[in-house]
């Protein structure tokens, strides 16, 4: 809110007076554009997303879970090793504990991203992301029919609220609320990378063991900075997926397996374009967290 004072002169009378300007808000700032965000906090990746004039939200991103925090056991009073909180005489109070597994969930993947937003009465930036994802939970059905394996990748849709400011055509930064805590989008306007298309090799771990895995980036020809995982070879398996580069020197990536039971696979870093290298970490539907992926 701001406050000014106008000095206004009434020339035919001579006289000088001095009043107070009716208290307002400044101008909400616009985030139409197409924004290029890295993720912090309690989840990690790269976003490419818009926002559209009729205050509509699109696009996608690459989710790498954060390992969720175990639950402290407290420690046992020696006085009361069982932990009771009643007299043994008493009744317990019983109380219900379904869905505190969701507190533990996570998820991974590629997501689409829908929703909608508009100004507060502060002209802050809020509205609504809809997030189609693969939970780390969920089963994965998978079918043969006559020689072809088909994949049925079973997804969940998460809806979350968000908040946050804009500099109009140099960076914007919102929180997003989700029920794994709160995951901090920092944007700036998104410009297309020069192409980064060819043959990539990863050094990873596979079960605690040394691993590599072969791939090329094809550009999606429909947006730019987005590339499609194609060719993918490791020790016995082979795979395919996403790679999302970021302006802001990271990259994300996600890739799923052709095994009978397959892998997801989620991994955000730095890369540096010109080198063609870089260092990440991700995680895995097993679930496995902290891996490393050294692209090349």
């Known amino acids: 809110m701001k406050r000014s004072l106008r000095l206004l002169t009434l020339a035919a009378a001579g006289i000088l007076i001095t009043a107070t300007a009716p208290f307002g808000h400044a101008a909400p700032q616009s985030p139409v554009g197409d924004w290029d965000f890295v993720l912090g906090g ?6 490419f997303i818009s ?4 205050s509509t939200i699109t696009g996608g991103e690459i989710i790498v879970p954060v390992k969720p925090r ?3 056991t407290p420690t046992a009073d020696p006085r009361n090793p069982e932990g009771l909180t009643t007299r043994p005489t008493d009744t317990p109070t019983t109380t219900s504990t379904a869905g505190s597994s969701a507190t533990n ?3 991974i993947g590629a997501s689409v991203i829908g ?13 609504n992301l809809s997030q189609v994802y693969q939970d780390l939970a969920s089963t994965t059905t998978v079918t043969t029919n006559g020689t072809n394996t088909v ?3 079973v997804l969940k849709t998460n809806g979350v609220a968000f908040r946050g400011v804009v500099t109009p055509g140099v960076r914007m930064t919102f929180n997003a609320y989700t029920r794994f805590g709160t995951v901090t989008y920092k944007g700036v306007p998104k410009v297309d990378l ?8 990863a050094e990873t771990k596979r079960d605690g063991l040394l691993a590599f895995e072969f791939f090329t980036l094809a550009q999606d020809p429909s947006t730019f900075n987005a590339y499609n995982i194609t060719g993918g070879l490791g020790g016995s398996y082979n795979f395919n997926g996403l790679a999302l580069i970021s302006r802001q020197k990271q990259m994300a990536l996600y890739t799923i397996t052709d095994e009978a039971t397959p892998r997801f696979s989620t991994y955000v870093g730095s ?6 290298r870089g260092t990440l970490k991700g995680a895995n539907n097993n679930p496995s967290y902290g891996m490393t992926y050294k692209v090349f």
């Open 70 to 72: 175990t639950p402290r």
């Open 194 to 201: 020069a192409d980064l298309d060819g043959d990539y090799t």
């Open 115 to 127: 929703g909608f937003w508009t100004f507060d009465s502060n002209g802050r930036v809020i509205g």
């Open 271 to 276: 890369f540096d374009s010109t080198t063609r």
């Open 105 to 107: 969930s996570n998820f």
């Open 42 to 47: 309690k989840q990690r990746g790269v976003a």
């Open 151 to 153: 994949i049925v990748v």
């Open 51 to 54: 926002f559209n004039s009729d």
